[in-house]
Nanobody, 124 residues
């Protein structure tokens, strides 16, 4: 399985961006796909995930501002980032796994597959 992230860029506070993650290889609609982010000097943190294609979970810090959507036909996961804040500045990574259990979705080391990161920079 390979994951290819795209999108990102520089935006002013309050602005919006859209990230996409395309999966290739042997995946199914039940493949868990999600997003993490990592700011300089900080650990990689959970943003949100589409768990087995059934339900979407978000970190509290992004609830109401970020939206995950999934196109199973195109094997693509999108992350719509609205009302961006400077503290959202980070490298965003998409992640995937075929055997993840629900309690593990928040931990980056439980995901087997990773895309390359894409930079999101929010200026104040």
């Amino acid at each position: 399985v390979q994951l290819q992230a795209s999108g990102g860029g520089l935006v002013q506070a309050g602005g919006s961006l859209r990230l996409s993650c395309a999966a290739s290889g042997h995946t199914s609609s039940s493949f868990t796909m999600g997003w993490f982010r990592q700011a300089p000097g900080k650990e990689r943190e959970f943003v949100g995930t589409s768990f087995r294609g059934q339900r979407i979970y978000y970190a509290d810090s992004v609830k109401g501002r970020f939206t995950i959507s999934r196109d199973n036909a195109k094997k693509t996961l999108h992350l719509q980032l609205n009302n961006l804040k400077p503290e959202d500045t980070a490298v965003y990574y998409c992640a995937g796994d075929s055997r993840l259990i629900l309690s593990s979705i928040y931990y980056h080391d439980r995901y087997d597959y990773w895309g390359q990161g894409t930079q999101v920079t929010v200026s104040s």
